[in-house]
């Protein structure tokens, strides 16, 4: 068995993601990343060290491929100390005609994603000492006017954080989510629209965050850190928000 | 992971079960703490165990009643004179006395100590943190800034109940929060609150036992159980987090 420490990323080939990948792999935690794209997922095969990195493409909304999944990462003896849920989508939401499946798919790709990890890994026991975070949005709690499926689904992932962390603390796991405010990182859609109309995007995030900036992954990836660490045992159930204090 | 080296932290309440966790975790992470409160007992025997691990000049004691506008107005002052910038505040002190005995109407003076002092605290310092366009304030909040007490949690204790104020001034740490973060912002100076749960404190054992039976990780909080937290908000690595109540409570307030 490895005497690594070991990290699944749900969602972890780009964007936020890719950056959460990254920090893993610096720490020397061997990291386990799960995503839906063959391209990507093989392209974080060629960036990062092949011991510290197993990939898995996945569609974790999807429960039987979850548990299948899960049980090659389980025969492989992986024992999983952290989980990250970072998988999600806003993208496909951005309509002005909502239609019902524009809800169920923000459920499916926000919460989902999220939902059956944690709770085939419950099941499939390979875990010890677990701390979960779940990457919501500061959307989920109807700031920075994102669109309504979308806004619901990261609400329902907030309060699935905090439902099921008084069961998950009997087991002393910690389970957590952050909302990050609106993430500005290369080619990422704040990065298009910024490039596309500066002023616009200038005068909107000084109208809308306190802070007046974007927010960028290293804001995150601070507080994963923290969250993952000893110094945080006694916080669960918790939403923590890196918004800069948007509206 | 945290590096507090530069920092100049003004702590209130500094001699309190937590305030004094809270100086010495910020000054083994290389910040100076410029530590206040009414009663400096306490502080005093903390500096001797700095001593001994060479850090005694990161404590600066200061004997202030913090419900006395003219000494802090004073206090700054003669901070200023010697070129001393706070650049974080943990308004940390707080009228919170043991529930043992009924307390006659402590209305007044809640409101005093927790709420008008810390406006006060913040307008005084926050000048020169606009000024400077930097700056860290974290005020102590409770979990009774979310949630109302559970007066069950009490019931053993012969006429006595969680005061309204006490509640009202915890939500009210709360409001201060976020209007400060919405206000100062622009001037990259960030506002949070750190709302503890209870901590053990040798209270009697049935008190404890009933007390963490509303705790999902089923203990009260360890005096030390919040260092990492008032690093953490103190450090560099939140500056993106303002207007924020961070609550840390094993769970409690989730119920």
């Given amino acids: 068995m490895s005497k690594l420490k070991c990290a699944i990323v749900c969602g972890g080939t780009y964007g936020l993601g890719f950056e959460i990948t990254k920090y893993f792999v610096e720490k020397k935690i061997k990291v386990i990343v799960l995503g839906r794209g063959k391209k990507k997922l093989d392209e974080i095969k060629r960036t990062f060290n092949k011991n510290l ?34 998988a999600g989508n806003g993208k496909n939401t951005f309509v002005l005609k909502k239609t019902y ?56 992932l907030i309060n699935y954080t905090k439902e099921i962390s008084k069961v998950f603390a009997k087991k002393k796991i910690l389970i957590n989510s952050i909302s990050p405010g ?13 490039k596309s109309n500066k002023a616009k995007i200038k005068k909107f995030i000084d109208n809308n965050v306190s802070l007046k900036r974007f927010c960028v992954p290293g804001d995150i990836i601070n507080v994963i850190d923290f969250l993952l660490s000893k110094k945080s045992d006694y916080i669960t159930g918790i939403d923590i928000k890196v918004d800069g204090k948007s509206n | 992971m945290f590096n507090l080296t530069g920092k100049n932290i003004l702590v209130t309440g500094a001699a309190g079960l937590l305030g004094l966790e809270f100086v010495f975790s910020l000054i083994k992470y290389g910040a100076t703490c410029y530590a206040i409160d009414i009663n400096i007992k306490e502080l005093k025997k903390l500096e001797l165990k700095l001593r001994k691990k060479n850090l005694s000049k990161k404590l600066q004691i200061f004997k202030i009643d913090i419900t006395n506008t003219k000494q802090l107005i004073k206090f700054e002052k003669n901070l200023q004179k010697k070129n001393i910038f706070i650049d974080t505040i943990i308004n940390n002190a707080s009228n919170n006395p043991p529930p043992k005995k009924l307390i006659k109407s402590s209305w007044h003076k809640d409101i005093d100590v927790n709420l008008t002092s810390v406006k006060n605290i913040i307008d005084i310092f926050s000048k020169k943190m606009i000024k400077n366009k930097t700056g860290n304030i974290i005020n102590i909040g409770s979990d009774l800034s979310v949630i109302a007490p559970d007066q069950k949690i009490y019931a053993d204790i012969k006429n006595y109940i969680k005061p309204l104020s006490y509640s009202v001034t915890k939500h009210g740490i709360v409001g201060i929060t976020k209007y400060y973060a919405s206000l100062f912002g622009k001037y990259n100076v960030r506002v949070n609150c750190l709302s503890p749960g209870g901590v053990f404190n040798n209270q009697n054992k049935k008190f404890v036992k009933k007390v963490s039976k509303y705790i999902p990780l089923g203990r009260m909080a360890n005096k030390n159980d919040y260092n990492g937290f008032i690093v953490f908000l103190s450090s560099n690595e939140t500056k993106y987090m303002t207007g924020h109540n961070l609550v840390v409570d094993g769970g409690r307030t989730i119920i």
């Fill in chain 1, 53 to 86: 990195v197993e990939t898995y493409k996945c569609d974790l909304s999807k429960i039987g491929e979850v548990n299948s999944i899960f049980t090659k990462i389980k025969k492989k003896k992986n024992i999983i100390n952290y989980l990250i849920c970072n």
């Fill in chain 1, 101 to 156: 499946q524009d809800y169920i798919n923000a459920f499916n790709q926000n919460l989902i994603t999220a939902v059956n990890p944690i709770e085939v890994l419950i099941y499939k026991k390979n875990f010890k000492d677990l701390k979960i975070i779940n990457i919501a949005s500061i959307a989920g709690d109807f700031k920075g006017s994102a669109p309504l499926p979308y806004s619901l689904a990261k609400n329902s």
């Fill in chain 1, 182 to 194: 609106h993430i500005f990182q290369k080619n990422n859609n704040w990065y298009k629209k910024y």
